[in-house]
């Protein structure tokens, strides 16, 4: 079977700084892979051209066997108009490291916006979903306070419900315990985690928990400045790396991290 | 020459009608000027680039020539083009044309203030543009330049003296007439000076309201 997601050397250069120099990537339907590396080494990169927020400099991405970034054009692959863009959109949802709530409308408002004007779902429904998906959250008393009230891992569990919000069938998790204060990562590893068991969406994380990503993930993407260095089960990563940088990158962050 | 309270009291009532044209030319004026501002901005930001050029030097055109030639432009040019405008309506339009190129700076700022992560999450939630400028983009670029906007609506209220260059029988020209009729000029002088001070500081008085209710709205 064809992978839900091909990354086929993937480039991005901003200026004369290559962030990633070719990466190649499968990700079947349903896997939970998450991404570790040092800070720069490309993997937010990664996930924000999967969300489409920036272009890619050379080389080709299909989701469900459909061109991300480009248009197939009478068997020519042409670069994506809006009109796709736009499509394709539909099937991924992100979750920020800083939230990106929108700060002037409630939490049930920030979870029905989209819903209600992207997906045109009546009023009714699209609160009802919402309701239902701040529940699993854990905030459905927050329905009517406005971001500034919720404290970091409020805030972050809303915007996993607002992304949710949407049924995306890849959610893209980009550092989301990075600003939190460390007494609330655990509100918010809880709820991915919960994700992760219930759900058969393909779920890519970009993170620095390293136990997290061991309990959770399928498997594990090791990159450094720009480039794959090493991939595999959880337990082959975080046990036995092959490689010298994976080790030195691990000793490094796990040693700060106990 | 005393100040003749009984004589101030019986051209009062002539002023104060005047008065009328000149907040109504207000009104109608910073209307104008604050939806033209904003078709301004959104041109610049999102038209096509001939469009964007267009309105980029339409606004450095408009805020680099003087509003009383603007005026006068409007008034007695226009026509040879085979568009008369009465005195009031011409005045309106300059006005709002003249406070728009401001406005559409204002609107510059306040936009260029909202986080690049907002446009990233409604893009992340698939909003089209029209939604993502509508429901996430304006309704936070728009109150923290609240301010900067009521001071152009008070500055726009004080250059409406300037169409009684073009007749229109605004508070000023009003007190010019009746300071002729009598020969006696300083009490509806004094007066004009007195309604446009009370006013002025009315309208600030009304845009603090109004900022405070909209940052209360906003929680930010």
């Known amino acids: 079977m064809a992978p839900y997601i091909a990354i086929r050397n993937l ?55 459909e061109p991300l970034w480009h248009m197939r054009n009478n068997g020519t692959l042409r670069p994506a108009n809006k009109r796709h863009l736009r499509a394709m959109r539909a099937k991924v949802g992100m979750v920020f490291q800083h939230f990106n709530l929108f700060p002037h409308m409630t939490v049930l ?49 809303v915007a996993i419900a607002r992304a949710l919000a949407l049924y995306p069938k890849i959610m893209l998790f980009d550092e989301v315990t990075s600003a939190l204060d460390p007494e609330l990562v655990g509100e918010v590893l809880n709820v991915l985690r919960d994700l992760a068991q219930e759900t058969d969406m393909t779920m890519l994380l970009v993170t620095h928990e390293m136990r997290f990503a061991r309990e959770i993930s399928d498997r594990v993407v090791f990159i450094d400045q720009g480039l794959i260095i090493e991939q595999g089960p959880p ?19 796990l040693g700060e991290q106990s | 020459m005393t100040f003749e ?3 101030a009291l019986e051209v009062l009532p002539q002023l104060l009608l005047a008065l009328r044209v ?39 055109f408009v805020r680099s020539t003087p509003l009383l030639v603007q005026i006068y432009f409007l008034f007695y040019v226009a026509p040879e083009f085979g568009i008369t405008l009465s005195p009031f309506l011409a005045g309106v339009i300059a006005l ?19 986080p690049k992560g907002q446009w990233e999450a409604a893009k992340a939630l698939n909003l089209g543009p029209a939604d993502t400028w509508r429901r996430v983009i304006i309704p936070q670029a728009l109150p923290p330049v609240l301010p900067a906007m009521g001071n152009y609506l008070i500055a ?37 000076g007195v309604l446009f001070l009370l006013l002025s500081l009315g309208s600030a008085a009304l845009v603090r309201w109004g900022e405070r209710r909209f940052n209360v709205a906003a929680l930010r």
């Not at chain 1, 337990?235 to 962050?253: G, N, V, Y």
């Not at chain 2, 409406?160 to 029988?169: D, E, Q």
């Open chain 1, 11 to 65: 480039t991005k250069s901003f200026g004369k700084l290559d962030v990633l120099r070719g990466i190649d990537l499968d990700v079947p339907q349903g896997e939970k892979l998450s991404i570790i590396g040092p800070s720069g080494s490309g993997k937010s990169t990664i996930l924000r051209i999967l969300m489409t927020l920036e272009r890619p400099t050379s080389g080709e991405i299909a989701i469900d066997g």
């Open chain 1, 109 to 157: 408002k920030n979870v029905t916006v989209a819903p209600r004007h992207v997906l045109r779902l009546s009023r009714e429904e699209s609160e009802f979903r919402a309701i239902q998906l701040l529940e699993k959250v854990g905030l459905s008393e927050k329905l009517t306070a406005h971001p500034a009230q919720l404290s970091g891992g409020q805030k972050q569990r």
């Open chain 1, 235 to 253: 337990e082959a990563i975080f046990s036995e790396p092959a490689e010298m940088r994976t080790r030195e990158f691990l000793r490094a962050i």
């Open chain 2, 5 to 7: 309270w009984q004589f």
């Open chain 2, 22 to 60: 000149t907040v109504l030319a207000t009104v109608f004026g910073i209307l104008l000027a604050a939806i033209l501002g904003l078709v301004w901005t959104l041109a610049r930001r999102i038209g096509a680039a001939p469009v964007a050029f267009v309105a980029r030097y339409s606004v450095e």
């Open chain 2, 96 to 114: 709002g044309i003249h406070y728009s190129a401001y406005l559409s700076e204002v609107y510059r700022a306040g936009i260029d203030a909202v």
């Open chain 2, 156 to 192: 726009m209220f004080k250059d409406t003296p300037m169409l009684s260059a073009i007749t229109v029988m605004e508070l000023l020209q009003t007190a010019k007439v009746v300071g002729a009729e009598h020969f006696r000029y300083l009490e509806p002088l004094t007066l004009v």
